[in-house]
């Protein structure tokens, strides 16, 4: 099975099962880590779901579209690496990505 490689706010890293055609958001949260809100269950409207990812990762995701753009915009802690982790789905590409929950707004 495909991992995806979550840290907490914290700095401890957990492997999870990436489940294929989920969203990164809901693979964290379905993993129960708390620290990821995604208060709009991710319709792309709250950025709460805010994550870094390692950077080497960034070009195997899906391009980001103008609301998430937009959206990050609003953070405080938006870096190169940002992304609102509802958008992109999991599928075996991204097989080992880490992604870091940023701190919260
Ligand atoms: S869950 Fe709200 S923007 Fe991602």
Known sequence: MPKLIVVTRDGTETVVEGKEGWSV?????????DELLALCGG???????HVQVDECWLDKLPKMGADEDDLLDTSD??????RLSCQPQFGPELDGMRVRIAPED
Request: hydrophobic share 25%.
């Open 25 to 33: 958001m809901e693979i964290i949260r379905d993993n129960g880590f």
């Open 43 to 49: 319709c792309c409207s709250c950025a709460t779901c």
């Open 77 to 82: 802690h938006r870096g190169p690496s940002s």
